[in-house]
């Protein structure tokens, strides 16, 4: 899965012709590069980030998706909390819901299930703005397993299909790097949910505290972030750096297919 980013540099606002532009030119590089997802959003959910109202979050995305569903049928997330995002998202040619709230705002279990497609759910401690002060578990494996299992029942009750329910640890959101690593290194007891796993560690912060190593010099940390979570069970690896990325999965695929 790649990373469409949206959100405006300090030259243009978030869906101004130019922006749009450049998210379109990055979404065709990725399709180049081998991406199997597209993951675009108008709402950035890094820590300390801020509310984006729907308004601004469609402006951002919709035309994106339409330019995008015009050169080709490569299946895009819509990465959203917000149900009146995720209508419009998929009617104008998105397949997949990846809500990094796990479907909680009020009305959007109901709304996808309605939609009948795939939906990612996030697991989160706090809000994007807090949830980084002070993170806290007692059993950080078992309690975000607990919420996942809590938010697979509420979405198979709602109508979704299980071959439709993808989880995702929520790797960065209300951890520390304790948290994190645990997470990680338990990745193949997530399986036990019997849904699809979803993980997201590119460029992280996680990433940039071991190498002790500012965003831009984190693909290699990065790369060997994806396939450690491969190896461990994950489906979909959301990155920023598809080539290598790919190259990198390639070679995890044809370990797993020797025969023992
Ligand atoms: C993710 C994810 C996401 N991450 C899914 N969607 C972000 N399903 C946005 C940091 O610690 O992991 N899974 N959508 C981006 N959010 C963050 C969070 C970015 C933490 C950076 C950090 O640096």
């Known amino acids: ?16 012709f130019d922006t749009t532009e ?13 991406v199997d997802i ?11 980030s801020q509310y984006v109202d729907q308004a601004q979050e469609l402006e951002r995305t919709i ?3 339409k330019a995008i569903r015009e050169i080709s049928d490569i ?3 819509i990465d959203t909390n917000k149900p009146g995002v995720m209508q419009k998202a998929i009617d104008a040619g998105a397949n997949i819901i990846n809500s990094i709230d796990a479907l909680r705002q009020e009305n959007a279990l109901a709304v996808a299930a309605e939609l009948g497609v795939p939906v990612c759910l996030m697991h989160m401690q706090g809000t994007p703005e807090n949830m980084q002060k002070e993170p806290h578990y007692n059993d950080v494996v078992a309690e975000v397993k607990v ?12 109508g979704i299909d299980r071959s439709n329910i993808i989880v995702d640890p929520g790797f960065g959101f209300g951890k520390t790097l304790q948290h994190n690593l645990h997470l990680l290194s338990s990745l193949t007891s997530f399986q036990s949910l019997d849904v699809s796993l979803l993980v997201g560690l590119s460029r992280k912060r996680m990433i940039g505290t071991i190498l002790d190593k500012p965003v831009d010099q984190r693909v290699y940390g990065s790369i060997s972030s994806a396939v450690i979570a491969v190896m461990q069970g994950a489906d979909i690896v959301r990155v920023h750096d598809v080539a290598e990325t790919v190259d990198a999965i390639k070679m995890v695929k044809a370990l797993k297919q020797v025969k023992t």
């Open 38 to 48: 597209l993951d675009v959003g108008g709402e950035s959910t890094r820590p300390g």
């Open 63 to 65: 035309p994106l998706i």
């Open 75 to 77: 299946p895009i997330s």
């Open 147 to 158: 919420f996942l299992q809590q938010r697979i029942d509420a979405a198979l009750t709602a």
């Open 1 to 16: 899965m790649g990373i469409i980013n949206t959100t405006p540099d300090s030259f243009s606002d978030g869906g101004s």
């Open 22 to 34: 450049k998210a379109f030119q990055h979404a065709q590089q990725m399709i180049g590069d081998g």
